[in-house]
């Protein structure tokens, strides 16, 4: 009875994740074993010893891509979005995904005023379909360490 009522549950959140938006992943959780489902965290950054966060977390067919940020200089805003835009690739292969495969982007921009150049860059990095983006300025303080943009995503698996 538990074996039925959790298959029938699973069907209904695939079918509520389809008609989301998101029904690769979906596809991906149809048919797949409780085991199959549980999260993997991979790219784990410490502090003294203990994990802090990860750089990508896998779950039900999706990827979720801690922030990037560029914390170099030159402090540009287009160099440090092509920055951006090259680890979150990085961190979507090691994960198995690619940047085709994103379906949704945050960008933090230190300054609006950089709006413009981010987006010179940012254009045609996911091929032909991009996927959804929000892109905020952030408050006082600014985005953390010394870089102009900060970005993160969520992705299917290949």
Known sequence: ???????????LFASIAGMAGFSAAAKAM?????????????????????????GHTKYGGL????????????FEIK?????V?????????????????????NVYLNDIADYKGMNEV?????GPNPPVRTTVAVA????PGDSLVEMDCIAVLI
């Open 1 to 11: 009875m538990q074996t039925q009522r959790r298959s029938v549950l699973k069907k």
């Open 30 to 54: 149809e048919n797949k074993p409780e085991a199959a489902l549980e999260i993997e965290s991979g790219n784990i950054t410490y502090d003294q010893e203990v994990p802090l966060f990860s």
């Open 63 to 74: 990827v979720y891509i801690a922030g990037k940020g560029a914390h170099v200089a030159p």
């Open 79 to 83: 160099a440090h979005t092509e920055i």
């Open 85 to 105: 835009l090259k680890e979150l690739e990085e961190e979507l292969k090691k994960a198995g995904s690619a940047m085709d495969k994103v379906l949704k982007v």
């Open 122 to 126: 940012f254009r045609g990095r996911f």
């Open 140 to 143: 006082k303080g600014g985005v």
